[in-house]
Nanobody, 124 residues
Framework: QVQLVESGGGSVQAGGSLRLSCAAS????????MGWFRQAPGKEREFVAT????????SYTDSVKGRFTISRDNAENTVYLQMNSLKPEDTAVYYCAASAQPVVRRAQGAYYYWGQGTQVTVSS
C-alpha cells in the first residue's frame, strides 16, 4: 500500500521559513517524479514544484521561484520543500504527490499517488 505522509506545516509570520517533508512508502521512490501542490481556501489545487527521480530536473510555479526549493533524498524515501520569504498568499494546504512519468510534470493528472496534506498558514 502506497503512503505519502507530509509533515512540517505550521503557522509562521510573513518573511519566515518552513521546511515541508513528505515520507513515501510502498513504492520504489527513486523511480518516481515527485511534486508539491497546494490548495488555498476557496481556490482550486495548484502546482507548486516538481523534481525528477534523480533530482536532475526541477520546475516551479512562477510565484515561488527564488523562494522555494524542492529536493529529495532517495535513501530516505523523502521529498522536501524548503519555503523561504513566506507571504500570506502562500497560506494553503500543501500536498505531495508521486508520478510514474520520468520527466517534470505540472499537471495534476500526471500524479497517481497523493498525500493527505499539511496546513501552512502565513500571517502578515
Amino acid at each position: 500500500q502506497v503512503q505519502l505522509v507530509e509533515s512540517g506545516g505550521g503557522s509562521v509570520q510573513a518573511g519566515g521559513s518552513l521546511r515541508l517533508s513528505c515520507a513515501a512508502s510502498g513504492l520504489t521512490f527513486s523511480s518516481y517524479t515527485m511534486g508539491w501542490f497546494r490548495q488555498a481556501p476557496g481556490k482550486e489545487r495548484e502546482f507548486v514544484a516538481t523534481i525528477t527521480w534523480s533530482g536532475g530536473s526541477t520546475s516551479y510555479t512562477d510565484s515561488v521561484k527564488g523562494r522555494f526549493t524542492i529536493s529529495r533524498d532517495n535513501a530516505e524515501n523523502t521529498v522536501y520543500l524548503q519555503m523561504n520569504s513566506l507571504k500570506p498568499e502562500d497560506t494553503a494546504v500543501y500536498y505531495c504527490a508521486a508520478s510514474a512519468q520520468p520527466v517534470v510534470r505540472r499537471a495534476q493528472g500526471a500524479y497517481y499517488y497523493w498525500g493527505q496534506g499539511t496546513q501552512v498558514t502565513v500571517s502578515s
